[in-house]
C-alpha cells in the first residue's frame, strides 16, 4: 500500500470516529450511560479476541499493561459516554481533542520530558479555545441537562484518554499491539459492570439502539482498531495524528446533518483555536524521545469515539 492510500484509509477511520459522537449523544437520551459502555465493550472484546486469538497475538506479558490502559480507558469512555447525556456532539469532540495537546503537557509535568514553542503555543490556543467554547450557547441545538457539567466531565475524559496514551506509549513498546487491544477492551468490560451495577438501572436497548451498540462496537472499536494497525505501517505517526485532529470537525460536520446542531460565532471561534492548537501540538519534535504526536498516534487504538500502531 502507498502512502496516499494509507493516509485516505486514516482519513476514512478519523470519520468513523466522528460520527460516533452524534450517535452515542442521540443514544444518551434516556438510556444509562455506563451500560451503555457496558454492551459495547462486552461486544467489541469478543470481536478483538476472535481476530486476535486465531494468529496467537493475544498474549501479553503480564496483566499490568491490560489493566492499567484497560482502566484509564474505561474512565475515558465513562466519563464520554455520560458527559455526551448532557453536552453536545460539536462541543464532546472538540474537548474530547484537547488529549492531543495535554499528551506533551503530562509528559513534561510527569516524566520531565522536554517540549518545544510549537506544543506551548498550541497548549495555549487549545485552553484559549476551551475557555470560549465554555461562554457560548449552540446557536440551533440544545441539548438535555446541564451543558457545563457534560463539558465538564468530557474534559476529564480528555485527560483520561492522555494518561491513557501515555500508558499505551509505555507498555507499547513491549506488547503485542493487537493483543494488548482485546485484553484492555475486556477490562473496560468488566470494570462497566459493577460501575453500572452500583449507580444505574437495568435497562434493555431498543432495536434501533441496538443497531448502534453493534455499529459502534464492531466498526467504530473493533474494524477501526485492526484496520488501524494495517494503514499506520504504511505512514509516520505525526502525519497519523494530524489526521486524527480532524476528528472533531468531522463530529460537527455529522452532527449538523444528523441534529441540526451548529455553534454559536464566539463557540465556533474557540473550536478553530483548539484545533489549530492540536494541529501545532502535533508537528514533528526532536527524536530523542517519542514526540507527543506518535504518542498520540499510538493511543488512538481503541478511542473509537475516540485512539494503534506499533
Known amino acids: 500500500m502507498n502512502p496516499l492510500g494509507a493516509s485516505l484509509g486514516l482519513l476514512c477511520i478519523t470519520a468513523v470516529w466522528g460520527v460516533s459522537f452524534p450517535l452515542v449523544n442521540e443514544a444518551m437520551r434516556g438510556f444509562p450511560p455506563l451500560l451503555f459502555v457496558l454492551f459495547r465493550f462486552i461486544i467489541a472484546s469478543a470481536a478483538l479476541f476472535a481476530v486476535a486469538l486465531p494468529f496467537g497475538r493475544g498474549r501479553l506479558s503480564g496483566p499490568k499493561p491490560a489493566l492499567v490502559c484497560g482502566a484509564l480507558l474505561f474512565l475515558g469512555f465513562?466519563?464520554?459516554t455520560m458527559g455526551l447525556a448532557h453536552t453536545t456532539a460539536s462541543r464532546a469532540a472538540f474537548i474530547t481533542g484537547l488529549s492531543t495537546v495535554l499528551v506533551p503537557l503530562f509528559e513534561f509535568l510527569f516524566f520531565r520530558a522536554r517540549f518545544g514553542l510549537a506544543v506551548v503555543l498550541g497548549v495555549l490556543l487549545s485552553f484559549g479555545g476551551l475557555g470560549l467554547l465554555a461562554l457560548s450557547q449552540n446557536a440551533a441545538f440544545t441539548p438535555p441537562g446541564n451543558v457545563l457539567l457534560g463539558d465538564l466531565l468530557v474534559l476529564g475524559c480528555a485527560v483520561s484518554f492522555a494518561f491513557h496514551i501515555l500508558s499505551l506509549t509505555h507498555y507499547g513498546k513491549t506488547e503485542e499491539s493487537l493483543g494488548l487491544a482485546a485484553w484492555q477492551t475486556l477490562v473496560v468490560a468488566v470494570l462497566a459492570f459493577p460501575a453500572h451495577a452500583s449507580l444505574e438501572p437495568w435497562s434493555l436497548p431498543s432495536p434501533q439502539l441496538w443497531g448502534v451498540i453493534v455499529f459502534l462496537a464492531l466498526v467504530a472499536t473493533s474494524l477501526v482498531t485492526v484496520l488501524q494497525i494495517v494503514f499506520q505501517r504504511f505512514t509516520s505517526a505525526t502525519q497519523a495524528a494530524l489526521i486524527f485532529a480532524?476528528?472533531?470537525v468531522f463530529a460537527s460536520g455529522f452532527s449538523f446533518f444528523m441534529q441540526g446542531e451548529t455553534l454559536a460565532p464566539i463557540g465556533f471561534?474557540?473550536?478553530?483555536?483548539m484545533l489549530v492548537g492540536a494541529v501545532v501540538a502535533s508537528l514533528p519534535r526532536k527524536r530523542n524521545r517519542l514526540?507527543?504526536?506518535?504518542?498520540l498516534a499510538l493511543g488512538r487504538q481503541n478511542q473509537g469515539a475516540s485512539k494503534n500502531e506499533e
Open 78 to 80: 465513562g466519563l464520554q
Open 246 to 248: 480532524m476528528e472533531p
Open 269 to 273: 471561534a474557540g473550536c478553530v483555536a
Open 291 to 295: 514526540a507527543g504526536a506518535e504518542a
